[in-house]
Each structure stands twice: as structure tokens, then as C-alpha cells.
């Protein structure tokens, strides 16, 4: 069974910045892709950042510029830096795994990031 578990999550002042980390159970090359989702309270789960085995990391415009989704394939490791934080950003941070052999999704437990103003 495939487990993720995230951490880095925290609170933060608006303009600091984060890092979140992936840690995957087994190598994120038996991925498909790699991704970075978030939910804000009342709000539906929304993507953020992906990146894929062969081709280029992909970021949600309301990120992009400031959140970097970059891959550590020795440390099973997906991470997402962050930067210029908002207010909107607050939600909880969940890491998923797409496995495109069995096209199956797996995700980890999810870390809280909260912006103050």
C-alpha cells in the first residue's frame, strides 16, 4: 500500500514563505505524476501544482510565480516551496500520487498552511 505523508505546513505572515514535503513510501518514479492539492474551509479540494515523469512542472495561475513543485527522486520526496503567501492561501495541503499503470490516486493525510494578515 502506498503511503504519502506530509509536513511543513504551519502558520505564516503574509509575504513569508514555506516549504512542504512529500514523502512517499516507495520511489515517485513509479509515478505517472506528482501533485499538490488544497481545500479551503467550505471550499472543494482544488489543484495546485503537478509534475509529471516526462514532461514539466504545471502550476494553477493563482500560484504561479510563487510556488515552486520540484521532485527529490533519492529521497522518494515531492516538495512544494512557497512564496509570497496570502491570506488565501490558508487551507490544508494534501500530496497526491497518480499511479497511470493502474490509474490509481493515492494521497497523504494533509498538512494545515495558515496565512495571517
Not at 513510501?25 to 489543484?47: C, D, L, T, V
Not at 521532485?71 to 522518494?76: F, L, M, R, Y
Not at 512544494?80 to 493525510?109: F, H, I, R
Amino acid at each position: 500500500q502506498v503511503q504519502l505523508v506530509e509536513s511543513g505546513g504551519g502558520l505564516v505572515q503574509a509575504g513569508g514563505s514555506l516549504r512542504l514535503s512529500c514523502a512517499a513510501s516507495e520511489s515517485i518514479n513509479n509515478f505517472g505524476a506528482m501533485s499538490w492539492y488544497r481545500q479551503a474551509p467550505g471550499k472543494h479540494r482544488e489543484w495546485v501544482a503537478g509534475v509529471s515523469r516526462t514532461g514539466p512542472p504545471n502550476y494553477a495561475d493563482s500560484v504561479k510565480g510563487r510556488f515552486t513543485i520540484l521532485g527529490d527522486v533519492a529521497e522518494n520526496t515531492v516538495y512544494l516551496q512557497m512564496s509570497s503567501l496570502k491570506p488565501e492561501d490558508t487551507a490544508v495541503y494534501y500530496c497526491n500520487a497518480n499511479d497511470d499503470g493502474s490509474n490509481s490516486d493515492y494521497w497523504g493525510q494533509g498538512t494545515q498552511v495558515t496565512v495571517s494578515s
